[in-house]
């Protein structure tokens, strides 16, 4: 049975400016969606980098989500307004491919601080590869990449000196105008169902990588 997944990506407004979302809009934003799910969602996970609110779904092909995203986008705005947390303008990101799902499926979400990072220098080109403003959406294994080679991407020190930082989720706040934070979560996929996510960067493996960034935009 073929299987949308669609992740979507706004900045609603962060504390401290865009330093990081407030719970309160995180907590909203998958209550939301988990209502939904058995009807219009199959599955739902719900996230955050810096400011931005990450919202993960996987739906029938035939099955049209947006309407839900939008409101779950502006009741997080609402929440962000009433406490007169900074908002941004920036319009949402989308990644969505509609996929047959292999007995063995991971997939592999990239979400940046920024939209200024280079993503053609990161993606491993295939067509189940898809990018758009902050977000990075791929299938991994068997036939494509390995979770390992898409991570190793972000270990390379001519793209941690361009200023990509490679951070576990709860490291991710927008705290440096130099240093892109970018977070990577891994899921493996069942009959629309998501298992995880595994935080990829979450690890000492990517210490070096962050100091070349650090270090490289340091005066």
Request: charged share 20%; with cysteine; net charge negative.
């Amino acid at each position: 049975m073929p299987i949308t997944v669609s992740v979507f990506a706004k900045s609603v407004g962060g504390v401290c400016e865009t330093t990081r979302v407030f719970p309160d809009i995180l907590q909203t934003a998958a209550k939301m969606l988990k209502k939904a799910e058995g009807e219009i969602l199959i599955d739902s996970f719900v996230t955050h980098t810096a400011d931005r609110l990450v919202l993960i779904t996987t739906h029938a092909p035939d099955v049209q989500p947006d309407q839900l995203i939008e409101a779950a986008f502006s009741a997080a705005e609402e929440i962000a307004e009433k406490r007169h947390l900074f908002s941004g303008s920036d319009p949402v990101s989308i990644c969505r491919m509609t996929i047959e799902e292999r007995e063995n499926e991971p997939l592999l979400v990239f979400l940046a601080g920024s939209d200024m990072i280079p993503w053609g220098e990161v993606m491993i080109p295939n067509q189940n590869t898809l990018a758009d403003g902050v977000l990075f959406l791929t299938r991994a294994g068997g036939e494509f990449p390995s979770t390992a080679e898409f991570c190793e991407r972000f270990a390379r020190r001519g793209l941690n000196q361009l200023g990509v930082c490679p951070v576990s989720l709860c490291d991710s706040s927008n705290v440096r105008t130099t240093v892109i934070p970018v977070v990577g979560l891994g899921f493996s996929l069942f009959q629309g169902k998501l298992t995880g996510p595994v935080d990829l960067f979450d690890t000492p493996l990517f210490d070096a990588p962050r100091f070349w960034a650090s270090d490289r935009h340091a005066e």
